[in-house]
């Protein structure tokens, strides 16, 4: 018999051998039996083996997959991906006599679900390309399979509705990402993605925290190879720049850029306008607008920590 350890009573029973609790126990995958190797006493029958059923090797062709289980279970499927899917037949009893597969997979799987899976992929294509983890991708699944049975955007392409839901996604995580980025990796235009972006809003009456500067600002300085020092110069400037209200109306990617520049123009590793713009996704015009508006301040918009390598009075004014 297996006897249980007698430890918190919400913890799992635990098999072992009643004689030799400490021995580790061997599994007979043929018998599916739980033996101790020291008394040879069984101590587990019937184990369910949750192992692979066939080997694969890496040297074989992908063309035949010899599992007869599945895939995982797709819970954002109506069905539950409880469904068969059929292998492509190779011999003559597959084929009728015109030549037509006798089995199709097509009716397996209704044309709702088949919209939802390649929605899914879509994501998944996109997500990969910039970068975003798995629970990204569960948000946005969830958001367009919402979406998609209120059938409240008729009429919009399914890939507008992914490439809205994602940017959704990312702003609900904590991770925004700017429009240009979201059309970077999409088929479909910014201005098409932000019309799906309010509608769904509206319709699913949720809402999103506003973008700051701060939610860049990292990202942005990391991919122009910037020192710490100079990114938590830039994030000051661009705090305090909105703080004394001195770039109403722009949005806070311009303003991030253009604390970038300002704070890079004040150090040793000095960025043009086109590399910072080229990272944001901004204009050179755009950088150069928001800039003017701050440089008469810039004395009051630095640490006061920070080590210049170019004085204020020394920036270029533009």
């Known amino acids: 018999m297996a006897s249980t350890s007698r430890g918190d009573a919400l913890a799992l029973p635990r098999v072992q051998c009643p004689n030799h609790p400490d021995a580790l126990l061997v599994e007979d995958y043929r018998a599916g039996d739980m033996i101790c190797p020291e008394c040879g006493l069984v101590v587990g029958d019937r184990v369910i083996d949750v192992g692979s059923e066939w080997r694969t090797f890496s040297n074989e062709k992908a063309l035949k997959d010899p599992s007869r289980v599945g895939d995982a279970q797709n819970p954002l499927l109506n069905g539950g991906d409880l469904t068969t899917m059929i292998g492509k037949g190779t011999g003559a009893a597959s084929f009728d006599e015109f030549g037509n597969s006798k089995y199709q997979n097509r009716r397996t799987m209704s044309s709702s679900d ?32 919402q979406v998609y049975e209120q059938k409240s955007l008729k009429g919009r392409a399914n890939d507008a509705i992914a490439s809205a839901c994602l940017y959704i996604a990312c702003r609900q995580e904590g991770v ?31 809402s999103v925290d506003l973008i ?54 004040a150090s040793a590793e000095k960025k043009t306008q086109k590399e910072i713009g080229d990272i944001a996704g901004v204009a050179d015009v755009t950088i150069r607008q928001s800039y003017r508006l701050i440089y008469p301040k810039a004395a009051e918009l630095f640490p006061p920590d920070f080590k210049f390598d170019t004085p204020v009075d020394k920036l270029p004014q533009l």
Do not use: H, W
């Open 212 to 265: 700051t500067t701060g939610d860049f600002m990292s990202r942005f300085c990391s991919n122009l190879g910037l020192p710490k020092q100079v990114q938590m110069a830039a994030t000051f400037i661009a705090r305090k720049a909105v703080e004394l209200d001195l770039v109403p109306g722009r949005s806070p990617i311009s303003v991030a850029a253009a604390a970038i520049y300002m704070a890079s123009q």
């Open 114 to 145: 088949r919209a939802m899976l390649n929605a899914f992929k879509e994501i998944s294509t996109m997500a990969d390309r910039i970068n975003l983890p798995r629970n990204i991708i569960d948000r946005t699944n969830n958001l367009f399979k």
């Open 176 to 206: 925004p990402r700017t429009f240009k980025e979201i059309c970077a990796v999409s088929r479909i235009s910014k201005k098409e993605i932000g019309r799906c972006f309010k509608l769904i809003l509206k319709a699913l009456e949720t």
